[in-house]
């Protein structure tokens, strides 16, 4: 099992460029979530899916959109990249909710410069 | 509303030294999860274990052990013989209903040889 894929890893993007993080897992959970990790600010959670068809938002999830077509795949769109988008993103999924517990992917790391 | 409080931001010790993680949550929630998931310098994020409210036995795995006091809402983390490996980013998280995590600034644990 792969689990929970991101990409790319690392990208680098300029203010007003718009860009999709890609996240897919092959475990049939449910639940999938987008989280940015700021220096010492532990995560956010930017928005998060229930099922394929439903998205909601998070704490932070001005500056992204997302869509849930499929079980596995719960892209993360930024549209017009800002310098305050600089994060690392984390992609999680769960079977059943986070009182379940998250299994994570290994992250993208962003520069809007 | 679920919040989740790590104190130390940052902690070194020498190697072979015992070191505990704080983390101090809040809930009013009767039936509630913890975490404790770690981020080594290659960025993942690892599950460590899960703790659900009604389970106040201390937990050890090798190394590690876990101390859940709910009457102090704390769920403390120990590295016993501690080594270079245990070096990472350590996150508390609590459940936020049935959906999703919420978690702490994250502790920084250095340990040096």
């Known amino acids: 099992n792969a689990g929970v894929t991101q990409t790319p890893k690392f990208r680098i993007l300029k203010i007003g460029q718009s860009m999709t993080l890609q996240c897919t897992q092959d475990?049939?959970?449910?639940?999938m979530y987008w989280y940015r990790q700021d220096p010492g600010m532990g995560l956010k959670l930017i928005y998060y899916s229930v099922g394929a068809g439903i998205t909601d938002k998070g704490e932070v999830p001005n500056g992204y959109n997302v869509s849930r077509s499929t079980t596995e795949d719960f892209p993360l769109r930024l549209e017009l990249a800002a310098p305050s988008q600089t994060s690392v993103y984390f992609c999680?999924?769960?079977?059943?909710?986070?009182?379940?517990?998250?299994?994570f992917g290994s992250g993208t790391r962003l520069t809007v410069v | 509303a679920q919040k989740v409080t790590q104190a130390q931001t940052e902690i070194s010790v020498v190697e072979k030294e015992d070191v505990t993680l704080d983390c101090v949550y809040e809930?009013?929630?009767?039936?509630?999860?913890l975490f404790w998931y770690k981020q080594p310098p290659s960025g993942e994020l690892v599950f460590l274990i899960r703790?659900?409210?009604?389970?106040?036995q201390n937990e050890i795995s090798g190394r590690y052990s876990w101390n859940f006091q709910k009457s102090t809402s704390s769920f403390n983390f120990t590295i016993t013989a501690s080594q270079v490996v245990d070096s990472a980013v350590y996150f508390c998280a609590l459940n936020k209903g049935a959906q999703k995590l919420v978690f702490g600034q994250g502790t920084r644990l250095t340990i040096n040889p």
């Open positions: 475990m049939n959970h449910n639940y």
């Open positions: 809930t009013r929630d009767t039936t509630y999860y």
């Open positions: 999680a999924s769960s079977y059943g909710g986070g009182w379940r517990g998250y299994t």
């Open positions: 703790r659900n409210s009604f389970d106040e």
